[in-house]
Structures are given as structure tokens and as C-alpha cells.
């Protein structure tokens, strides 16, 4: 690969690192500047108030960071901006006052805190002047930063909640979908006609559900319930009592919040990768343990097995991570579990 320098050079870490060198060294020669006003300098001075203010930069930075740990903008900015500035006074003054006197040492000068407090003052006036004005500026982009991120997990999560409940219209509006319900239906009206009445709400319920909550980050325990009632009714009707949804969430947890057609893929899922029947039935279980939210079935999977893309695995996944930082747990042995953090 030929060698290109404004590659290297417009890398993010290069231009941080650049940044602080020049800052540095311009802010070193600007202190030295004032401090000697009307005296006579030197060209070494000039230099090694340069390379003196370039520590100062690196310190204060390298400080800021583990600050930033102990106490994060996020929780407590103004304690946060208090602390930084006097921190970065206190460490800043320590080291310029070090410089001093080792250069002091090394051109044998007598340099006496007594005598110099004239110059320790201007030195303190300046250092406090810049460790305000940098929190300050920190602070800003620290803010600016945060916004930004903020945004940008807003519309990578929309873009995840667009693509899943997208991924449930196709479900639903799919030929096969459609054909399997209309038969249903046809069968019905000759059967059953309250049953029939009840299947054709509830696959309206269906589409209503996922069309209102198209643009929702999140809805109620409650509500995704009574979704997964309405489409287990569509799948009971196809297939009697050979797949089975047994729900045990108590009313408090109901309460809670959980991404929009979160527990629907997943009772989709078990119906498409396992075998069941009359006299193997499947039961998907729905219940609370601890502080997450189960869905668990036995697994029996077919012959024809069909190959599993994880897309909605991947999706949940994904939308959990953006909104909590929590990841789902997955389980696969005999039975196939998911844990999902509840969302209070």
C-alpha cells in the first residue's frame, strides 16, 4: 500500500494528539510571555516554556479522563465543572511551580517560593483563568457529543423498530399468510359463525396493533399481551389445541414496557421451527423470573427443518442493547428460552 500523509495525518488520534502539542506549547509560551513581560528572555526559555505547557496539556488531559469516570458529566455537572477546574488548577499550578524550580536547579538560580510569590500569583491568576475557560469548553463539547449520540441512537432504533414491525407486516400481508387465514375463514362460515367473528377481529386486532404501534419505542407488558391473545387465536384456529401459549405475568409486571412485537416474533418463531401436532403438543411459556421476563418452549424440531435467518433475535437484540445497554439472554438446549429485561 503506498504510503499517503494525509492519511496518517487526518486520522482522529493524530489530530488529537496534534491538537495538544500546538495548544500546549502556544499556552506555555503565552505564560512565559506575561510572566516576563519586562525582562529579558531567551530563546531556551521560550522552548522549554513550550514543552512545559505541552505536559501541562497531556496531564490535564489524561487526568480529565479518569475525573470523568469517578464523576461523569451525566450525573452531577456542576459538582462535575467545579471539581475539574480545581483539579486542574491544583495539578497544573504543582506542575509549572516543578519546572521552575528544576530549571532553577539546572542554570544554578536561587529560586525562593517566598521571593517568587509575585510571580506564583500571576501564575495562579492565568492557570485559574484556563482551567475555567477549558471545563467550560468541555463541558460544551462534552454536551454537544452526548446530544449527538443521543440522536443517533433515536434513529438507529427506529430504524430497527421500522425494520421489525416491517418484518411483521410482510408476515402478515405474505400470500401464504393470507391464503392459510381465507381459508380458515371459508371453513369457518360453514362451521362456526361466532368463531369466524371472533378470528376476523382478531386478525383486524392483528393488523391494527402493528400499524399503530409502527413508530412506538416502546408499549405496555398489557397491550403486547393482548396482541399475542389475538394472533394465538389466528394460530389455535388453524391449529386447535396442538399449540398452546400459557401465560403467567402478574398484573404489576403487566405495568412494565417491552419493545412492540417482542413476545408476538418470538411465539412465531416457536411455531416455525418445531414440530407439533395433536399428540405432540407444543406450549410456549410465558412467565417472570426475577427481574426478567421468560419465554420458553421444549424444542421439537421438524424434519424439513427451515433454516433460521436469527433476523428477530438479532432485532430484539439489538433494541434492548440501544434502550437499556442490557442484552437479551438466550438459551439453547432442550428448550429453547429467551430472558428479557423488564423494562420498569
Avoid at 512545559?52 to 455537572?77: D, H
Avoid at 419505542?217 to 399481551?225: A, Q, S
Avoid at 389455535?236 to 402478574?250: E, P, Q
Wanted: hydrophobic share 45%; net charge positive; glycine share 4%.
Amino acid at each position: 500500500m503506498e504510503w499517503n500523509y494525509k492519511t496518517i495525518i487526518y486520522q482522529p488520534t493524530v489530530i488529537k494528539h496534534l491538537s495538544i502539542l500546538l495548544i500546549g506549547f502556544i499556552l506555555g509560551i503565552l505564560l512565559y510571555s506575561f510572566l516576563t513581560f519586562n525582562e529579558l528572555r531567551t530563546v531556551t526559555e521560550f522552548y522549554l516554556s513550550g514543552v512545559l505547557g505541552i505536559l501541562v496539556c497531556y496531564v490535564i488531559y489524561y487526568s480529565n479522563t479518569k475525573l470523568n469516570q469517578i464523576l461523569p458529566f451525566k450525573k452531577l455537572p456542576g459538582l462535575r465543572i467545579l471539581s475539574g477546574i480545581t483539579w486542574n488548577l491544583v495539578l497544573s499550578l504543582f506542575i509549572v511551580l516543578i519546572g521552575f524550580w528544576s530549571y532553577s536547579k539546572v542554570m544554578n538560580h536561587e529560586f525562593s517560593f517566598q521571593e517568587e510569590s509575585n510571580v506564583i500569583v500571576k501564575t495562579s491568576i492565568l492557570l485559574f483563568c484556563a482551567a475555567v475557560l477549558y471545563n467550560v469548553i468541555y463541558f460544551a463539547l462534552y454536551a454537544y457529543n452526548y446530544f449527538a449520540k443521543v440522536q443517533v441512537k433515536e434513529l438507529e432504533l427506529e430504524r430497527k423498530q421500522a425494520e421489525i414491525q416491517l418484518r411483521a407486516l410482510k408476515s402478515q400481508l405474505r400470500p401464504h399468510f393470507l391464503f392459510n387465514s381465507l381459508n380458515v375463514l371459508s371453513s369457518l362460515f360453514h362451521k362456526d359463525i361466532k368463531l369466524a367473528e371472533s378470528f376476523i377481529r382478531a386478525l383486524g386486532k392483528s393488523y391494527d396493533y402493528t400499524l399503530k404501534n409502527y413508530t412506538s419505542t416502546l408499549v405496555t407488558v398489557e397491550e403486547e399481551l393482548e396482541f399475542v391473545k389475538a394472533y394465538l387465536l389466528l394460530i389455535r384456529t388453524r391449529f386447535g389445541n396442538s399449540f398452546n401459549v400459557k401465560i403467567d405475568i402478574d398484573i404489576e409486571t403487566q405495568k412494565s414496557f417491552i419493545p412492540p412485537l417482542t413476545l408476538q416474533l418470538l411465539i412465531e418463531n416457536a411455531s416455525k421451527h418445531n414440530f407439533f401436532d395433536v399428540k405432540i403438543p407444543l406450549e410456549v411459556r410465558l412467565y417472570i423470573e426475577g427481574d426478567e421476563l421468560i419465554v420458553s418452549n421444549l424444542k421439537v424440531e421438524k424434519k424439513r427443518s427451515i433454516e433460521s435467518t436469527k433476523f428477530g433475535l438479532k432485532n430484539i437484540s439489538s433494541r434492548y442493547s440501544i434502550l437499556t445497554g442490557k442484552r437479551i439472554k438466550v438459551i439453547n438446549n432442550d428448550s429453547f428460552t429467551v430472558k428479557l429485561p423488564i423494562l420498569r
